[in-house]
Structures are given as C-alpha cells and as structure tokens.
C-alpha cells in the first residue's frame, strides 16, 4: 500500500512513523518536515498528504502535528478525505470501520512508540463496514 505521511516537526513519533510504516512493506510519501524540500509548517504538509490520498498518489496518509488537532482539520477540508485523530488502537480500529478514513491524524506529542504501533495496527487491520446505516453516514459526509 502507498501511504502519505506529513509532520511539522522531527519531534515525538514522526520518523517512527515512517519506519514501521516501510517495515511492514508500505511504500511511503513524504511531506513537510520528513521532505526538506517542502514547507514543514502542519497545514501545508498536512494538505500535501491529502491531497495525495484524494489525487490516487497515496492509498491512505498519516498526517501528524503537536496535538494532532490542527493536521486533522488541515487534512479534512480536502474533498473526499476523512481524517480521524486517533490515541488509541479502539478510535483508530472504529474510524476505519464505522467511518472509512483514509487519513490517520496522530499527536506527537501524546502518542508513544508502544501506543503507535497498537495504533498503526489496528488502523491498517481495519476494514470499512458494509452494514447500510455505516454506508450511508459516509456517503452523507461525502454529500455535505
């Protein structure tokens, strides 16, 4: 899978990040602060990463700040994507299920290596639901 990733800063989990990402056999795109030839500031970075999701370069992206807040928003007001600001494996694992995002939103500086990898696990296990109510809240956001 080809998965985007972006952060502001080198701090907390970000390189992490890429790491387990390329050791689990993912391709992975760079952005912000992991790309030195791109502005690192979050709301760039993070727009890069979802745009890469809605463009067909990414299947999925990881975008990452200080509290993870600012790149969810930055990343959501790009059409199509549905980013999900995950601290724990169950909000992750839920997100891709009931809400089928495609964009991970991580806190660097509350997510752990440990918390990281429950994480990364249950979002790249998760699977969008096929029940009827699950299908259409996701089609409703992709009306609004």
Partial sequence: MRISVATDSLDGVAERVVELLRTRGHEVLTHGALNPE???DWAWASELAA???REGRA????????TGTG???AAN???GVRAALCVDAYTA?????WNDANVLALSLRLTSE?????ILDAWLAGAPST??????????????
Avoid: F, M, T, Y
Wanted: aromatic letters at 2%; glycine letters at 4%.
């Fill in 38 to 40: 791109e502005r690192d």
């Fill in 51 to 53: 745009r890469d999701v």
């Fill in 59 to 66: 299947d999925q992206a990881v975008v990452c700040c200080w």
């Fill in 71 to 73: 790149a969810s928003i």
């Fill in 77 to 79: 007001k790009v059409p």
């Fill in 93 to 97: 694992g839920g997100a891709r299920k």
């Fill in 114 to 118: 440990v918390v990281l990898e429950e």
């Fill in 131 to 144: 029940d009827a109510v699950d299908r259409a809240n996701v089609s409703h956001l992709d009306a609004i």
